[in-house]
Every structure is written in C-alpha cells, then in structure tokens.
C-alpha cells in the first residue's frame, strides 16, 4: 500500500527513474541495503525539527545511495511560510545522518535538489536530497550516541553561568561555518530576551492562523503523544495537558485579561534561573544557506550536550516582524547577508522528558 501511495505521489517526470529500484534486481539491491540505512536512521530520526513535524521520508536505493523526500502534509505555512526552518530542520537530519555515517567509516554527501524552497502546494512527497555514501578514513569527531541524547529543555535552569572555555569552543564552531553565535549574560539584557519572547509567542497566538496550525501540532494527552510520535507533547513544553488543548482549542476562554496575566506568570516561571541568551549571525538567505545553517545548529547542539548544557529555542522573536526589529535594535543592526536567525535560552537542567519520534519504518519507503 505504501507503495502504491508513493508511486501515486512521484510526479512523471521522475516515476520512471523511480520504479527501477522498486523493481526486480533495484528491489533486491534496495531490501539487502536496508539495514544500513536503517541504522543511520535509528540515530537521525532524533533530530530535532520545528513543531517537532519531523517532514523526512528515506527511499533506499542502494547500499551507497538513497533519496531524501519531504511530506508536503508535514510543512508549517503560517509559520515558516518560507520554509527555511523547515529547510534547516532537513539539514540537521542529513547532518545526523552524516555523524552516523562516519561511525560506520563511510561518508555521506548529499546533492541538493534545485527548487529555491518546499512546495507548500504539492501533494506527493516531494524529493529534497541524493544522498551518496563512499568509504573514508576520516574518524567521527562526535561520538553519535549524542544524538540521542541531545534535547530541547523548557525546564527551569539552575543559575550556573556556562564557563568561558565551552563559549569560546561553540563560537569556534559557529565560526568555520561563516556564523557567529554571541552569548550574553548581562541581566538587562537576558531579561528584555524573555519578556520580548513572552509577549510575542503570546501574541502570535492571537493570530487565528498561527494558532489554527500549531493547534494541528499540539498533542495534549499521553495516549495522543505516543501514538502519533509526532508534534509539540504537552508534557515537553511544561504545560498541563488539558490547560494547552483549552488554550488551543476554547482560546475564546482566555480573552480575559487576569487569565492573560496568570498564563504569563505561569510562563515566565518556567523560565526561571535562565541567566544567559545567545544568537547565531550568519548567511541564511537561500536554500543552501539554511541546509547549512541546519548542520552548524546539529554540531553546536550536540557539542552542547556534551557539556551537559540544554537550550531552548525562541523562535518567535526571530519570525515575528516586529519583535525582530525590537530584537535587532537592541542587538545593534547587522548587515543583511548576516541577519540574526536563531535565539536561544541555554543553561542546565534536570534532564527533561523524551519527546516522541516516528519510527524507522515510518520514515522508511517501502518497495
Ligand atoms: C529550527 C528549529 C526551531 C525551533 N523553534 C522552537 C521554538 O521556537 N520554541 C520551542 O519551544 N522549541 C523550538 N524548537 C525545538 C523543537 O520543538 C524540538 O526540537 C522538537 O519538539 C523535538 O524535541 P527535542 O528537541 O526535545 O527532541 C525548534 C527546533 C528547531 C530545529
């Protein structure tokens, strides 16, 4: 039946070369190099995405190739209308897969697909890479298990400043990737970051799109959680189940001002002990550019883990207009060809809960 959807799904154009491996010896050749495949998977299927959408699908085509495809279904138009986040969300998945890779000796390039964003109209999945694996003498310089470890933290942090030398070591990093991530821990301004979050997040969610897709995306009950493996569980982001289906689903009962104020309250107190902010500045203007920017983010997360040190996204700020400019100002102006494209909270934590994730087989095509 997967099958049959997927051929369904490719486009004319490319159905012909994609029935070769489906079929007959590329049959046989794409079920022996599944394991393999499998194995870089049961690592890269952690990686993180926005709304945790998880819009990846792998077709097997060999022991050294197969193609990525993204679930047009699984993209967030209202909130990433140009799909950049999206698109470095991919990046951190080939990057995993990358990490992985080099574990088993083997490198993994992957050639891009020409179109300059994803295709919001699209019904079929949609390819996004050829990936290429080819053996190397290189060794992993993370250890992979780290991307199953790695994971978001909305948790309260515990007011330890992270020491200078891990800041110096993930600026290097941002560095040989063309970007520079600034921390700062100057309570003024660590302060002015929150509120500005607060406000925003709280504002975007008075826009009826906005919330109408991240409604599609919440999941409020564990049994909801596990069984779609999918999307923002209640219990990740800290908020009682039934308070956030309220919110999303009844949001007419918190038009009142004091609910407001108790809703924010109760976010800011989960933000407690938070003492430092950073950003990453760089090239995020085109298609590449994101890829890239996702495989930085992937390497500056895991090395983070490493050092047993949690983040938290604040991707409001940066795709809210007005909070942007808010944000930029305060940061003082980059130039355009180095705009601020992520801003995070980071500190430690108790480990936080597991978010759920699809399957091998669910990401797997199956001939
Ligand atoms: C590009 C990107 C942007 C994200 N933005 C946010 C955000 O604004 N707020 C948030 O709470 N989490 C954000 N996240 C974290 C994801 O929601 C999270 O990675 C996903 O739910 C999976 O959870 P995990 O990281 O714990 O495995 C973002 C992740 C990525 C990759």
Same mark, same amino acid.
């Given at each position: 039946?997967?099958?049959?959807?997927?051929?369904?799904?490719?486009?004319?154009?490319?159905?012909?070369?994609?029935?070769?491996?489906?079929?007959?010896?590329?049959?046989?050749?794409?079920?022996?190099?599944?394991?393999?495949?499998?194995?870089?998977?049961?690592?890269?299927?952690?990686?993180?995405?926005?709304?945790?959408?998880?819009?990846?699908?792998?077709?097997?085509?060999?022991?050294?190739?197969?193609?990525?495809?993204?679930?047009?279904?699984?993209?967030?138009?209202?909130?990433?209308?140009?799909?950049?986040?999206?698109?470095?969300?991919?990046?951190?998945?080939?990057?995993?897969?990358?990490?992985?890779?080099?574990?088993?000796?083997?490198?993994?390039?992957?050639?891009?697909?020409?179109?300059?964003?994803?295709?919001?109209?699209?019904?079929?999945?949609?390819?996004?890479?050829?990936?290429?694996?080819?053996?190397?003498?290189?060794?992993?310089?993370?250890?992979?298990?780290?991307?199953?470890?790695?994971?978001?933290?909305?948790?309260?942090?515990?007011?330890?400043?992270?020491?200078?030398?891990?800041?110096?070591?993930?600026?290097?990093?941002?560095?040989? +990737?063309?970007?520079?991530?600034?921390?700062?821990?100057?309570?003024?301004?660590?302060?002015?970051?929150?509120?500005?979050?607060?406000?925003?997040?709280?504002?975007?969610?008075?826009?009826?799109?906005?919330?109408?897709?991240?409604?599609?995306?919440?999941?409020?009950?564990?049994?909801?959680?596990?069984?779609?493996?999918?999307?923002?569980?209640?219990?990740?982001?800290?908020?009682?189940?039934?308070?956030?289906?309220?919110?999303?689903?009844?949001?007419?009962?918190?038009?009142?001002?004091?609910?407001?104020?108790?809703?924010?309250?109760?976010?800011?107190?989960?933000?407690?002990?938070?003492?430092?902010?950073?950003?990453?500045?760089?090239?995020?203007?085109?298609?590449?550019?994101?890829?890239?920017?996702?495989?930085?983010?992937?390497?500056?997360?895991?090395?983070?883990?490493?050092?047993?040190?949690?983040?938290?996204?604040?991707?409001?700020?940066?795709?809210?207009?007005?909070?942007?400019?808010?944000?930029?100002?305060?940061?003082?102006?980059?130039?355009?060809?180095?705009?601020?494209?992520?801003?995070?909270?980071?500190? +430690?934590?108790?480990?936080?809960?597991?978010?759920?994730?699809?399957?091998?087989?669910?990401?797997?095509?199956?001939?």
């Amino acid at each position: 039946m997967h099958r049959r959807k997927f051929l369904h799904r490719a486009s004319l154009g490319t159905a012909a070369a994609l029935l070769a491996p489906l079929l007959g010896v590329g049959r046989a050749r794409a079920a022996e190099a599944a394991p393999l495949w499998a194995e870089l998977l049961e690592y890269a299927r952690w990686s993180p995405s926005p709304h945790n959408v998880q819009p990846w699908k792998l077709q097997v085509v060999s022991a050294t190739e197969a193609r990525l495809y993204y679930d047009p279904a699984r993209l967030l138009p209202h909130t990433d209308p140009t799909s950049r986040f999206t698109v470095a969300g991919l990046g951190m998945f080939i990057e995993c897969l990358r990490l992985a890779a080099l574990t088993r000796g083997l490198a993994l390039s992957a050639q891009q697909a020409a179109e300059p964003r994803l295709s919001y109209s699209a019904t079929g999945l949609q390819l996004f890479a050829t990936l290429h694996l080819a053996p190397t003498t290189t060794p992993a310089a993370l250890d992979r298990e780290l991307i199953r470890q790695r994971k978001t933290s909305r948790l309260h942090y515990d007011n330890r400043e992270i020491p200078l030398a891990v800041q110096h070591r993930l600026s290097a990093i941002a560095a040989t +990737y063309g970007h520079t991530l600034t921390f700062t821990n100057e309570p003024a301004m660590v302060s002015f970051i929150l509120d500005l979050n607060r406000e925003t997040l709280f504002t975007d969610l008075d826009d009826p799109a906005v919330r109408t897709e991240l409604a599609s995306w919440v999941r409020t009950s564990d049994q909801q959680a596990a069984t779609q493996k999918d999307g923002l569980w209640s219990h990740c982001m800290g908020f009682p189940g039934r308070l956030m289906h309220n919110f999303f689903f009844h949001s007419e009962r918190f038009r009142s001002a004091w609910k407001r104020r108790i809703l924010g309250k109760v976010y800011t107190h989960s933000m407690h002990g938070t003492t430092t902010v950073a950003w990453l500045q760089g090239p995020f203007g085109t298609r590449p550019d994101w890829v890239q920017a996702g495989a930085l983010l992937q390497q500056l997360w895991l090395e983070m883990t490493r050092h047993n040190l949690y983040l938290h996204p604040f991707g409001s700020v940066i795709t809210n207009p007005a909070a942007y400019t808010k944000f930029s100002q305060r940061i003082g102006q980059a130039p355009a060809t180095e705009p601020a494209w992520l801003l995070v909270r980071l500190g +430690y934590s108790q480990e936080p809960p597991r978010s759920y994730r699809l399957t091998v087989n669910d990401i797997l095509l199956h001939a």
